[in-house]
T-cell receptor, first 112, second 109 residues
Framework: SQTIHQWPATLVQPVGSPLSLECTVEGTSNPNLYWYRQAAGRGLQLLFYSVGIGQISSEVPQNLSASRPQDRQFILSSKKLLLSDSGFYLC???????????FGPGTRLTVT | GQQLNQSPQSMFIQEGEDVSMNCTSSSIFNTWLWYKQDPGEGPVLLIALYKAGELTSNGRLTAQFGITRKDSFLNISASIPSDVGIYFCAGPGGQKLVFGQGTRLTINP
């Protein structure tokens, strides 16, 4: 069966510090991968998605970037965090043409 | 772009009551998905609908794909405390999903 992992689960970082969040999927090959941010417990904002290694589409111009160095690994990064980057970050995967997305447990980021 | 309007935004009900929520789209969809998010966790896919008029159940949950293909409905029967959470509808938008803003369900014991 497929599983999706995200780490860390929680993170507290000062303004201006770098960020790296990691997402890995097991049990499937060539998944589509997605990064979402959720503020205040409502609404899912799509940040990036990837249909293959090295292929990244950005939805919202901002302080963040994404990379996909391996088939089942998706990384969200920032060089300098802003207070507005605080939120709940969710990674998700889907297979091929299916729209069914499956979410990871999330990372709670607090920028202080 | 495509937008989903989900209503109500919040519901406060008594345990044991039935719940109804809906989602409408500005354009025709060929897929409707319903997710539930528990506090502090990632959303979980509850039901997927692929055909206009389709009615699908998952335990006490029943979802319907509207015949106009621009709406979908989710019903929960005989609510219990573990039904608390945020329910999201979603539909296809190119290679991505478009999500509604969610319905927050609170249950009073």
């Amino acid at each position: 069966s497929q599983t999706i992992h995200q780490w860390p689960a929680t993170l507290v970082q000062p303004v201006g510090s770098p960020l790296s969040l990691e997402c890995t999927v097991e049990g499937t090959s060539n998944p589509n991968l997605y990064w979402y941010r959720q503020a205040a417990g409502r609404g899912l904002q799509l940040l990036f998605y990837s249909v293959g290694i090295g292929q990244i589409s950005s939805e919202v111009p901002q302080n963040l970037s994404a990379s996909r160095p391996q088939d089942r690994q998706f990384i969200l990064s920032s060089k300098k965090l802003l207070l507005s980057d605080s939120g709940f970050y969710l990674c998700a995967w889907s297979v091929g043409p299916s729209y069914e997305q499956y979410f990871g447990p999330g990372t709670r980021l607090t920028v202080t | 772009g495509q937008q989903l309007n989900q209503s109500p935004q919040s519901m406060f009900i008594q345990e044991g009551e039935d719940v109804s929520m809906n989602c409408t789209s500005s354009s025709i969809f060929n897929t409707w998905l319903w997710y539930k998010q528990d506090p502090g966790e990632g959303p979980v896919l509850l039901i997927a609908l692929y055909k206009a008029g389709e009615l699908t159940s998952n335990g006490r949950l029943t979802a319907q794909f509207g015949i106009t293909r621009k709406d979908s409905f989710l019903n929960i029967s005989a609510s219990i405390p573990s039904d608390v959470g945020i329910y999201f509808c979603a539909g296809p938008g190119g290679q991505k999903l478009v999500f509604g803003q969610g319905t927050r369900l609170t249950i009073n014991p």
